[in-house]
Each structure stands twice: as C-alpha cells, then as structure tokens.
C-alpha cells in the first residue's frame, strides 16, 4: 500500500523564527506517514542566526534539507525550495504551522480523487485567548466561506496549507517573486492556476494549527500589507487582461459574512472587541490598498520626469 501513496516535497520558508520552526518540525515528525515517502525543504530568507541548530536535531527522524538565501520573501524562499524539490506533489506548510497526525494521508487522498488540481486545507488558530490571532483567522474563514463556497470549484487557497502538483506549478512560472512580503504572492498564484484551466480543491479535513501570535500594531500591520497586496495583485491581472472587481464587490456586498460571522463565533464579553478588530481590519486593507496605488503613482511620475529629463 505504501508503494501507491505519492511522494511529497514539504517547503517551508522561515525568517527569524526559530522556536516555531522547531514546533512546526517536532509536528511534521509526529505524521502518520511512511518516511521515505516525503522529505522536507527549509529556506531560511536570510535569518540573523544560522538555523542549523534547529535543523540537527530532527535529521534522524526525517528526510531533511536546509537552504539559505539573501532576505527576498517567502515567494521566492518558495521557489529556491521548489527547484530542488524531489517530489511529485509540492506542500507548503509555514514556520509557525503545526500539521496534524494525518495531515499527508489527507492530502494524498484528496490528490489521488484530484489529480493535477491544486489542494487546500484549513487552518485552525493555535492561540485561541489571542483576540488578534483569533480575528485574523476568523477573518480568514469568513474568506473562503465566500471563495470556496464549492469545495471543488474553490478561488482561494493560502499558501501555509496548499498542495500543488510539481510539473504544473513548474509550468505555470511557480510564485510571482514580485511580491516581496507575505501579501497576496497566494492569491495571485490560485489566480493565474485558474486562469491557466487548473482545477482548485478544498479540503477541510487536511488540517494544520496556526501558532501566530499578534499584538494590534501586528495585526493592523499585517492587514495593512494585505491591502499593499491586494494593490499588486490587481495590477498583475489587469496585466493578463482580466480587469473584474466583480467577487470583491459580491464578498464586501455580504456584510453579514464578513462582519456578522466573526462576532457571532467570540464569547459576549469579546463581541465589541471582535466588532472593532474587524473594523479596524477594513480600514487598514483600505489604507494599505490606497498607500500602494499613490506609492505608485509616486514612483511612474518620478520615472517618466527622470526619462523626460
């Protein structure tokens, strides 16, 4: 039976993070699945400290590679991981993500009913007395509520749980290095898989714990690049030809999604903190939205003067 499971190249990129990078590994030792049918790639995106000491450890458990580039973002990280991948199904997994037991099998399974379709699976907060940690993934369940409405007709998959066949990903141009933050690099990527006639899967039952830890400044930071990248996704479809705001304008049309929901999963006490974080999650994607569109501007009327001169 073991020779029928498909082998499976784990990349992980990691900046500066250390400890979760030694959780996210004591979790991936921990799958039930058989070892020499996956091997796991670290990048680390230029950490202030060698990694190799979380590395050592886990070497006898595991099939296990370390690379290192210059700080660039996890886009690229993904993609120096993916040109020595072995596998012929790629999953990345982020640093401060733990899977659980049968996290593989569950993958397999779905790959084996979903052949050359990319996969997704859920993400569950690890840090659930974290408010900020918990409206962020709240936030991001309201999301494919909306996209992913049709398991097997999904738009979006986030790139700490997503499975993508190697030979197609490879063919499709991997992910778009442009984005340089963790902001929209996966969006863009479900974006031209659809557009180039692959199929997305989503698979709830493939599941992972997200261990990130938040502080408000974080979280409206972290919505805030969201936005900054929502911007540069927008200009790279228009680049393709393809111009639609329609399923943003249909997700912020259904306010009971997007704003109801999360307050409706938070006990009382936490329901006017919840309203305000998501508030606030509105305003800092605008302002981030807004930021990159005039930083833009700046930067072609700078250039177009520089040329004139």
Known sequence: MAAELPFFSIIIPTYNRADRLRACLSGIAQVDYPRDHFEVIIVDDGSPQPLDSVIVPFQDMLDITLLRQTNSGPARARNVGLALAKGTLIAFLDDDCTPAWDWLHSLAERSILFPECMIGGHTLNALPWNLCSTASQLIADVVYRYYNADPENARFITSNNMLVPAKALREIGQFDASFSTSAAEDRELCDRWRHNGYQIVYAPEALIHHAHAMSLRGYLRQHFNYGRGACHFHRKRAARGV???????????????????????????????????????????????????????????????????
């Open 243 to 309: 111009n639609s705001f329609a399923p943003e304008v249909g997700f912020h049309r259904r306010i009971g999604n997007w704003l109801l929901y999360p307050i409706s999963q938070v006990r009382s006490w936490r329901k006017p903190l919840m309203f305000g974080l998501i508030v606030a999650w509105q305003a800092a994607n605008a302002l981030g939205y807004f930021y990159e569109v005039f930083r833009s501007q700046e930067r072609f009327q700078r250039h177009r003067l520089g040329i004139e001169r």
